[in-house]
T-cell receptor, first 111, second 112 residues
C-alpha cells in the first residue's frame, strides 16, 4: 500500500493560492490519488480525485507529474472557511479496497 | 437520500462494557469502512468490507469486531471497552472502482 507524506501544517492568508504537496513514492500502477477535506467534528469530505496530469473542478485543482510519485492540491484564493485538515489518499488499485489515510495537513487561513 | 448514517451520535461507556456502533448507507455501495480518529490525529482504519459477506482487518483491529449484516449495514462492536478506545468513530462507504468514500457524521465514544 502506498504510504503518503504531507506537511503537518500550513498557514495562509485570505485571497492567496495554497498548494499542498503529497509524496507517494510507492504508488501502484492502478492507484488513484484522492484528496479529502475535514472540518472539526465532521467526517472527511471529498475534494478531488485524479490519476495523472491535471484535474480541475469548481473547488480545486490537482496536479500529478508523469512519474506520479507526488501530487499537489491547489486551492485558489482561499477564504477563512477553507481552514481545515486536508488528507491525501492513494489507493483504489484493482486488488484491494483497503484505504489508509495519512496524517493530513492542517491549513490555517488568516484574515 | 440520507447517505451514510451512524448511531448513536454520542456514547459514554465504563471500562469493560460492550456496545455496537451502527452504520447504514443507502447509496447501494459495495465497500464499507470503519475508522477511528483520536483528538488532533488522523483517521486510522479499523476494519473494512469490500462486499457483502466479507470483512478484513485494517491498521488497528484489536479490540473490535465487525459484521456486514447486508449490503446496507456494517456494524462495529466493542466487546470490552477500554479507555484507549475513547475516540470518534467514522463509518464510510464507497461504490465501485474509481469512486470516492462518503463519510458518516461520526460517533463520539468516551470510555471511563
Amino acid at each position: 500500500l502506498a504510504k503518503t507524506t504531507q506537511p503537518i501544517s500550513m498557514d495562509s492568508y485570505e485571497g492567496q493560492e495554497v498548494n499542498i504537496t503529497c509524496s507517494h513514492n510507492n504508488i501502484a500502477t492502478n492507484d488513484y490519488i484522492t484528496w479529502y477535506q475535514q472540518f472539526p467534528s465532521q467526517g472527511p469530505r471529498f475534494i478531488i480525485q485524479g490519476y495523472k496530469t491535471k484535474v480541475t473542478n469548481e473547488v480545486a485543482s490537482l496536479f500529478i507529474p508523469a512519474d506520479r510519485k507526488s501530487s499537489t492540491l491547489s486551492l485558489p484564493r482561499v477564504s477563512l472557511s477553507d481552514t481545515a485538515v486536508y488528507y491525501c489518499l492513494v489507493g483504489r488499485s484493482y486488488n484491494t479496497d483497503k484505504l489508509i489515510f495519512g496524517t493530513g495537513t492542517r491549513l490555517q487561513v488568516f484574515p | 437520500n440520507a447517505g451514510v448514517t451512524q448511531t448513536p451520535k454520542f456514547q459514554v461507556l465504563k471500562t469493560g462494557q460492550s456496545m455496537t456502533l451502527q452504520c447504514a448507507q443507502d447509496m447501494n455501495h459495495n465497500s464499507m469502512y470503519w475508522y477511528r480518529q483520536d483528538p488532533g490525529m488522523g483517521l486510522r482504519l479499523i476494519y473494512y468490507s469490500a462486499s457483502e459477506g466479507t470483512t478484513d482487518k485494517g491498521e488497528v483491529p484489536n479490540g473490535y469486531n465487525v459484521s456486514r449484516l447486508n449490503k446496507r449495514e456494517f456494524s462495529l462492536r466493542l466487546e470490552s471497552a477500554a479507555p484507549s478506545q475513547t475516540s470518534v468513530y467514522f463509518c464510510a462507504s464507497m461504490g465501485g472502482r474509481g469512486d470516492t468514500q462518503y463519510f458518516g457524521p461520526g460517533t463520539r465514544l468516551t470510555v471511563l
